[in-house]
């Protein structure tokens, strides 16, 4: 969330490492924002997977 001050700033630099990652700040959060805005967090990790999924679809190989 927008309000960790403390692990914010490292664990955002470690993620960013990560393939397919996607970062979303949530307003008025702190670092455990899946307890400060549980429904805001699951929206964004839904769609999250969901775009996850999209794409390894997309990627399928078709054998005929």
């Known amino acids: 969330g927008e309000n960790d001050l403390q692990i914010g700033e ?3 630099a470690h993620l ?3 393939p397919n ?3 979303t700040k949530l ?3 702190g670092h455990a924002c899946y307890m400060n805005k549980p429904r805001e967090f699951h929206e964004h990790l839904v769609a999250f997977l969901g775009g996850l999924a999209a ?3 997309e990627n399928e190989d078709v054998f005929i």
């Open 55 to 57: 794409d390894e679809a």
């Open 16 to 18: 960013t490492n990560l």
């Open 10 to 12: 490292t664990s955002l």
């Open 21 to 23: 990652h996607t970062v």
């Open 27 to 29: 307003a008025g959060a």
